[in-house]
């Protein structure tokens, strides 16, 4: 810091006194010395006077190049100064604003009360600081942080403020960008999940007589494969469009976006038309939406419930939406389902099944791994067998795997269960061959999860070489809803790589889905499975029967092997036959059997072989 500048001081004392002694001196030499003492006391004074014109001159410099506005008024409020970034700031010159009161820049935005308390705070400490919104020359409002120092006198006087300000749009910009980007999705610009539980929980407040909140969760079906063919930038458009277009049917209500493909809609209403409205909006959002030239008709699932009736508290009626939602999924694509207890009840039911699966997975005991055979068709001779998991369950007995599978999944146990399965198949084969058995293949399904932890292959082949089991003794089984799941990336190199190691590979449920031939072209596959479903109605559903025809005869021109499941009857083995059908699965030929029961049978193949 610069000292104060002062003329109290020892040189300049000692040249005054001696001037005054020079007059007296009685002696020349003396006389010459106090003239010295003079001279020497007039260049400390010139000396504190350079200093002190080059300690302004520095200090009006730095206040030029200070990027913060800097004013100076007196006593009476009056502008005495102010720097050059006060004139870039706010556009008024020194001279326009010279002996203005500063309240001539204010915006209007703040009231009496608000500088009533400026003053009272300035008087009282000398000192006030904060967010004060003023009006540049041209009439556009800001906002600025400012600082106030009052400057007192010797006496202890005020003499002048100094103020210090600095222009915080930019911040406040970024604050507003902050805050949105916290409240708005920033594909459709609509209100995200954080949003949109504010926005409930502040219409639930404002609910008067007579009125009611319907919500409703959206889900577009199948949104992945329209990513996939048409690309990731098609499908933010599609998105888009699709919130502005919901966002127009419930004018004066409230749109959001979840995330994903998932939207909400919150309506306030007087009326008691819930499904009516519903089905309104599944009319108005199933007209096609133009996209690159391609005209797309989306399936929709929507789950919704009401307020004040299914709650009045917003993370009930998130959790019901939610429920109401998956529920409508169970039920298949293009549905809707309404909240209603039983629903409530369920998912209370399904927490109980999931807490218990995972001690019955930690345990393993009441885990237990079916087989159903799988059978040449031209002979019936055995050329396989799928590994189907069962639990049983001590109080509620047999439970099927289309019940706790779901559960399994959404919940993160897939993998573990997976990981179980697979060992308990290689396990059983070992013990098989062991006994000198002649075992087929068994096929085990995986799971989206399963692919997703990167050490899938690694316990596979592990898990092989630990029970000293042939790869070709193994069958990996995936759904196409597997295949489409984007978590697992692009799986083909992972499936190429468990084909060299000597594994077999099955698409399961095949003609479920909706990219399938696309994936047979590159997927490297050695089986399909036709899915039960085009098998249920043969040979006298026509729609059934050709699309059986056409998979059989494509599946022959691509070198593939197709197994036939659910086959009940004879008439459905004769015709799969006829079409050049060779392998079948189903209950005319064997049930889903214990470990034991399989066994037993292949002891029988065995002695029928050698009698």
């Known amino acids: 810091m610069w000292p104060s500048f002062t003329l109290n001081r020892p040189l300049t004392w000692l040249g005054l006194a001696a001037l005054a002694a020079a007059s007296v001196l009685p002696l020349l030499t003396l006389r010459l010395v106090a003239l010295a003492l003079v001279m020497v ?14 300690r302004r001159r520095l200090s009006e410099q730095a206040l030029e190049l200070s990027p913060d506005g800097v004013m100076i008024t ?4 009056r502008i005495v100064t102010v720097n050059p970034a006060f004139t870039q700031i706010t556009g008024y010159t020194p001279e326009e604003v010279r002996g203005l009161n500063p309240s001539s820049l204010s915006s209007g935005r703040h009231d009496k009360a608000f500088y009533d308390r400026y003053w009272q705070t300035l008087k009282t400490t000398g000192r006030w600081e904060g967010e004060v919104w003023n009006q540049r020359k041209h009439g556009d409002q800001y906002p600025e942080w400012l600082r106030v120092q009052a400057c007192h006198d010797r006496k202890g006087r005020v003499s002048h403020y100094v103020g210090l300000f600095t222009d915080i749009s930019r911040h406040k910009a970024r604050e507003q960008d902050l805050r949105r980007i916290g409240f708005e999705d920033p594909l459709t610009g609509l209100p995200n999940r954080r949003r949109l539980h504010d926005l409930l929980a502040s219409r639930l407040r404002h609910l008067r007589a007579g009125e009611g909140l319907d919500l409703a969760l959206v889900d577009i079906d199948a949104f992945k494969a329209i990513n996939d063919s048409l690309g990731v930038d098609s499908g933010d458009r599609l998105l ?11 004018a004066g209500g409230i749109v959001g976006r ?21 089905a309104s909006l599944r009319h108005h959002l199933s007209e096609p939406f133009e996209i690159d030239d391609n005209s797309l008709h989306l399936g929709l699932t929507i789950g919704s419930c009401r307020a004040p009736e299914d709650g009045n508290d917003p993370n009930v009626l998130f959790q019901r939406l939610e429920s109401a939602l998956y529920s409508a999924k169970r039920h298949g694509r293009n549905h809707d389902r309404r909240f209603r207890p039983s629903l409530e009840v369920e998912s209370d039911r399904h927490l109980i099944i999931l807490n218990e699966l995972r001690q019955a997975l930690a345990q393993g ?40 599978i779901p559960l399994a999944e959404r919940h ?17 084969l070992a013990t098989w061959r062991s006994q ?5 293949p068994v096929w085990v399904n995986l799971s989206a999860l399963q692919l997703i932890q990167g050490d899938l292959e690694a316990h596979l082949i592990s898990t092989l ?5 042939p790869a070709r003794l193994l069958g990996l089984e995936l759904t196409e809803s597997v295949l489409l799941d984007e978590r697992a990336g692009d799986i083909s190199p992972r499936l190429e790589a468990l084909r060299r190691e000597g594994l077999q590979i099955a698409i399961d449920d095949f003609g479920t889905g909706y990219s399938s031939m696309a994936y047979l072209k590159r997927l490297p596959v050695d089986k399909l499975k036709l899915d039960r479903e085009f098998i249920r109605a043969l040979p006298h559903d026509h729609a059934d029967a050709a699309i059986t025809s056409a998979v059989l005869a494509m599946a022959q021109g691509l070198n593939l092997d197709v197994i036939a499941e659910g086959v009940e009857t004879a008439e459905q083995r004769d015709f799969l036959l006829a079409r050049g059908c060779r392998h079948v699965q189903g209950y005319l030929y064997a049930r889903p059997q214990p470990a034991g029961e399989v066994e037993t049978r292949l002891r029988q193949l065995a002695a029928s072989v050698y009698s």
């Open 240 to 250: 888009s469009r699709f919130g502005q277009r919901l966002a127009a049917q419930v």
């Open 365 to 404: 005991a009441q885990l237990e791994l079916y087989y159903q055979t799988q059978h040449r068709l031209d002979d019936g001779g055995m050329v396989g067998m799928e590994a189907l998991l069962r639990w049983h369950h001590p109080e509620h007995g047999l439970i099927l795997p289309n019940e706790f």
């Open 74 to 77: 007196d006593t009476a409020n």
């Open 436 to 440: 000198g058995l002649n075992v087929q």
């Open 465 to 469: 070489n630990q029970y000293r089991v």
């Open 41 to 54: 006391g007039v260049a400390d004074v010139w000396r504190q006077t350079r200093l002190e014109h080059q």
């Open 412 to 428: 993160g146990l897939m993998p573990a269960l997976g990981s179980w399965v697979i060992e308990q198949a290689v396990a059983q």
């Open 258 to 278: 979840l995330g994903g493909d998932e939207f909400m809609v919150i309506r306030t209403t007087t009326f008691d038309d819930h499904e009516k409205w519903v």
